[in-house]
């Protein structure tokens, strides 16, 4: 006598192959991160779980750089960041500001990090920066960003398409600027 089971199995199997199919023509693949972080970890020089370190000029504290996972890829003088803290300071040794993003480069050789996915940059003021991406040149020390940004503080909500400035952000260059700084209502708005 046969089991019915092998039957059942079998149309079982027939439906997983075509729910998936259809599920992969939707487009609802997602990213596989597991996928990703091995195949970065298998390219990478170095791969360093809680980096942490400063970046100084000359003996004096600009930076504390921390990140969740780092990938060194040593030939290149690069380390790709997951999860970036990036506190800055200000000549007298005061926190100036704390940047954090989803991830970022830093380029060792050329004194640059750039920060990329939801940047935050917060002011020791309550001053609040973001955009999706923002780069820091330590040997300017100035960070900059090309894409739009929005910023708020208690007196200022503006916003802009390029920003250039010092860590502190109190000396920016802009392009584009809107928004209500003070009891000034600014173009565009």
């Not at 996928?35 to 942490?52: K, P, S």
């Not at 002011?123 to 708020?152: C, E, F, M």
């Amino acid at each position: 006598m046969r089991h019915p089971l092998p039957f059942a199995c079998a149309a079982a199997s027939v439906l997983l192959v075509a729910a998936s199919l259809a599920f992969s023509a939707c487009g609802g693949r997602k990213r596989d991160v597991v996928a990703e972080v091995q195949q970065a970890a298998d390219t990478a020089d170095e791969l360093l779980i809680g980096m942490r370190f400063y970046l100084t000029d000359q003996g004096v504290r600009q930076a504390y750089l921390e990140a969740d996972s780092a990938f060194v890829y040593e030939n290149e003088g690069r380390t790709e960041l997951k999860r970036v803290h990036l506190t800055f300071y200000a000549t007298t040794g005061e926190q100036s500001s704390i940047l954090t993003s989803d991830e970022g480069t830093y380029r060792g050789r050329q004194a640059t990090m750039e920060a990329r996915g939801n940047v935050i940059v917060l002011r020791p003021d309550g001053g609040r920066l973001t955009t999706s991406v923002l780069r820091y040149d330590q040997a300017k020390n100035q960070v900059w960003t090309d894409q739009h940004y929005v910023y708020t503080s208690t007196d200022r909500n503006v916003e802009g398409d390029t920003l250039t400035s010092d860590p502190s952000f109190n000396n920016i260059t802009t392009q584009n600027l809107r928004g209500r700084a003070g009891h000034y209502r600014l173009p565009g708005q």
